[in-house]
C-alpha cells in the first residue's frame, strides 16, 4: 500500500489552526488495557459538545476539504477519491449537498462509518462528526447498513475502487463492504474513537434494529467480534494516520470539543486490544533512534534483539528515503542526504509495524 502523509505520536504544528491541547491525554499516562480505554473514555466524553446534524454541512468545509490530493478544496471523498491519480469526479461544497441521486457522481451526502441504525439514531452519535464523513450518496447508499471488511467478489465496484461483496475474513462471511486502502487505517480509528466515546453504552448496540449485526461481541471493553477487531488491528497498522487525519481531528476537536485519541496517538489502540502487548515478543520489536533531533549524518537505530526487519525513512509527502534489511540489535544509518525537516522511521517485521517522528537539523 501506499504510504500516506505519515505523522504518529505527536501533532506538529504542521496541521491546521485549530489545536488539541498538549496535556489533554496526560491522565492517561502509565495505564494500558481496558483501564486506559475507560480514561480515554473520561477524556474525549468531557467537553464534547454536540452540535445538530444541518450544522454537519458547515463543518465539512474545514474538516474534509481537499488539501492533501488535488490540493483543490473540493470535498475529500473517501468512496470517490483517487490517491495516485485524477479523480473520476468531484463534488463541490454546498452545491453538490443531496438531495436526490440516481448514480455514482450526482451529489455527496452525510456518512455514518458507524450505520444510523446501530445505536437507533440516538445522540450525540447521530451527529458525532468523529465518524460521519461526507461521501457520495450513491455508494453511501449502495453500502447501506453493511459492516466493513474485506471483499472477495464484489458485486458493486465503486469508480475509486470501493467495493461490497461477501467477507473473505475468518468469522464471517456475510456481506460487507470495503473502502480503497488508502482509507482503512481511517475507517479503524473512526471505530476505536467509537468503542471508547460511547464506551458506556455501545455493549447495547450487538442487538441493533436491522438485524445483521456481525461487528460486536456485546461488552462494552472489548467491544467487537474477534474477527472485526483483529481486522481493524490490521488496517490501523498497516496504513498509519496522514496529515489528513490528523488535520480533520484538530478542526474535529475545534468543532465538538472533543478528539479521536487513536490518531493523537495510535498506539493506544495496541495497548488496549492486543493481547500480546507488553509480552516478550512485543518488546523485541520496540526500537529507538537517537539524536533526535539529529544534526550529524549518523542516525543510530537500537533493538532490544536481533530480529530481522525493514527499516524505512519517510518524508512528509509518503517519498520513501531509506530502506534497509537487517537482524542487527545496533543500526547506523548513513543520512547526510536528508535536508533540515520532519521525517518517519518506520521500522515493520513479520509481527507489528512501528513509526517513530525523527527531526533532521
Request: charged share 20%.
Amino acid at each position: 500500500m501506499k504510504i500516506k502523509l505519515l505523522v504518529l505520536f505527536l501533532l506538529t504544528g504542521i496541521s491546521s489552526w485549530a489545536q488539541i491541547p498538549s496535556n489533554y491525554y496526560n491522565s492517561a499516562n502509565g495505564l494500558t488495557g481496558y483501564a486506559l480505554k475507560t480514561e480515554l473514555h473520561n477524556i474525549i466524553s468531557n467537553g464534547h459538545n454536540p452540535q445538530s446534524y444541518d450544522d454537519l454541512w458547515t463543518a465539512f468545509q474545514t474538516t474534509d476539504d481537499d488539501q492533501y490530493y488535488e490540493n483543490n478544496g473540493k470535498v475529500l471523498d473517501i468512496y470517490s477519491e483517487n490517491p495516485v491519480g485524477n479523480d473520476p469526479y468531484e463534488f463541490t461544497f454546498i452545491n453538490d449537498e443531496c438531495g436526490n441521486y440516481n448514480s455514482e457522481a450526482d451529489c455527496y451526502n452525510r456518512e455514518h462509518l458507524m450505520p444510523q441504525s446501530w445505536f437507533n439514531e440516538n445522540a450525540p452519535m447521530v451527529t458525532d462528526i468523529h465518524h460521519i464523513y461526507p461521501t457520495d450518496g450513491y455508494v453511501n447508499g449502495m453500502r447501506g447498513h453493511l459492516p466493513f471488511g474485506e471483499v472477495g467478489s464484489a458485486n458493486f465496484t465503486s469508480q475509486n475502487g470501493s467495493k461490497r461483496g461477501n467477507n473473505i475474513l475468518s468469522g464471517y462471511n456475510g456481506m460487507v463492504f470495503e473502502p480503497i486502502d488508502e482509507f482503512k487505517g481511517d475507517v479503524a480509528r473512526v471505530y476505536f474513537y467509537m468503542a471508547t466515546r460511547y464506551e458506556d453504552i455501545i455493549g447495547s448496540w450487538e442487538n441493533a434494529n436491522d438485524g445483521s449485526m456481525p461487528t460486536f461481541d456485546g461488552s462494552s471493553d472489548h467491544v467487537f467480534e474477534d474477527w472485526m477487531l483483529q481486522m481493524l488491528l490490521d488496517w490501523h497498522n498497516t496504513d498509519p494516520a496522514s496529515q489528513k487525519e490528523i488535520d480533520r481531528n484538530n478542526d474535529a476537536y475545534d468543532y465538538q470539543g472533543n478528539a479521536n485519541p487513536f490518531i493523537s496517538n495510535p498506539e493506544y489502540a495496541n495497548m488496549i486490544w492486543d493481547e500480546n502487548w507488553g509480552t516478550t515478543s512485543q518488546k523485541n520489536t520496540i526500537f529507538e533512534i537517537f539524536p533526535n533531533p539529529v544534526s550529524a549524518n549518523i542516525l543510530n537505530v537500537q533493538f532490544l534483539s536481533n530480529r530481522k526487519v525493514t527499516i524505512y525513512i519517510y518524508d512528509l509527502l509518503g517519498k520513501k528515503i531509506l530502506e534497509k534489511n537487517s537482524t542487527e540489535t545496533n543500526i547506523q544509518l548513513n543520512i547526510g542526504n536528508l535536508k533540515s525537516g520532519v521525517y518517519l522511521v518506520k521500522v515493520s517485521n513479520e509481527n507489528s509495524v512501528q513509526i517513530k517522528k525523527l527531526i533532521r537539523k
